[in-house]
């Protein structure tokens, strides 16, 4: 009899989790942070680059970021990507060096972060939902193939059901506090 291996899929769950928790030390809020610029990508010699692989992120003030881009022919590039990452920051060209002011926090701009961060974690509950999918037609196929019995089969179920029911629970308290802090004044 073969046993399904619930512990990839719990430590596939957990990568969701830890993924969403990294997304989110990126929405910073009030505070400039080299963090806040993770998330953005830069489509750079054909591919597609984290910023930290073609530029060095700075925080010389509190309310700014400076990002030094080591190829002159990526700067507007790099612009593009940070512009279009959805984090609602600007970037202001300085020759080879793009000053990317952080907006004081408005009412509208929490709200906006609120979302983003809902984003987040409604990505990090599919990605939960696909290795479910993955666990259950694992299941499935074991029954099918007679290496458990129904019986079994119900009960891996359930396991696994257990495990996604934990790992959403756990991404809806993570959201739940990146909004109380986002939205707060």
Known sequence: MAEPDIKSFERRMDGAVETLRKEFGGLRTGRAST???DPVYVDAYGSSSPLNQVAT?????PRLIT?????RSL???VEKAIREAG?????????QTLRVPIPELNQERRQELAKVAAKYAEQARVAVRN?????MDMLKK?????????DEQKTWADKVQALTD?????IDEALATKEKEIMQV
């Open 131 to 135: 290795v479910r999918r993955d666990g």
């Open 57 to 61: 992120v700075g925080v010389p003030e």
């Open 75 to 77: 700067v507007k590039a």
């Open 87 to 95: 984090l609602g920051l600007n970037p202001q060209s300085d020759g």
């Open 35 to 37: 963090t806040l610029l």
């Open 67 to 71: 990002v030094q881009v080591w190829d």
């Open 142 to 150: 074991l029954l099918k193939d007679g290496d458990i019995s129904e």
């Open 166 to 170: 934990a790992h959403i629970k756990k």
